[in-house]
């Protein structure tokens, strides 16, 4: 495996395909970036939970799914990369699938969702959208 230029890019991509392969959790190399999406992840109702593991140095997502072994989780998207950083202010936060999903925000106070963002009247950097 080569070197992950995007951690998150990574991390999001992980838990789209154990959703996809209904597997009960998923290791992603661990960071605060990701501690936080993690977070907004669980509060949101999109995983079980979340904690570490190898002394550390990963993060075991704990996928939810409903009562006929769907994906709670329908879709994660990396909207700001390496390449082509995505900023908004605070009167342009997205909302995703018109307020069905949520976008991630990282701002100068931390990371959150879009409507958390629009209520401190902040922006940042869109780092993706969940629905």
Same mark, same amino acid.
């Given at each position: ?8 890019a ?15 959790? #998923?290791? #992603? ?6 501690r ?46 390496? !390449? ?16 069905? !999903? ?8 931390? #990371? ?20």
């Amino acid at each position: 495996m080569g070197v992950v230029t995007d951690g998150i890019a990574d991390m999001l991509t992980r838990i789209r395909n154990a959703a996809e392969a209904r597997h009960t959790s #998923v290791d #992603v190399p661990v960071s605060n970036m990701k501690r936080q999406i993690a977070k907004i992840l669980h509060d949101e109702g999109y995983i079980r939970g979340f904690q570490l593991v190898d002394r550390g140095t990963s993060l075991r997502i704990r996928l939810k799914y409903t009562e006929y072994r769907e994906p709670v989780l329908n879709g994660l998207k990396r909207i700001s990369k390496p !390449g082509r950083r995505v900023y908004v202010g605070k009167g342009e936060l997205p909302r995703v699938l018109g307020g069905l !999903g949520v976008a991630i925000i990282s701002t100068s106070r931390g #990371v959150m969702t879009a409507r958390d963002a629009r209520k401190r009247g902040i922006g940042g950097e869109v780092i993706g959208y969940i629905w």
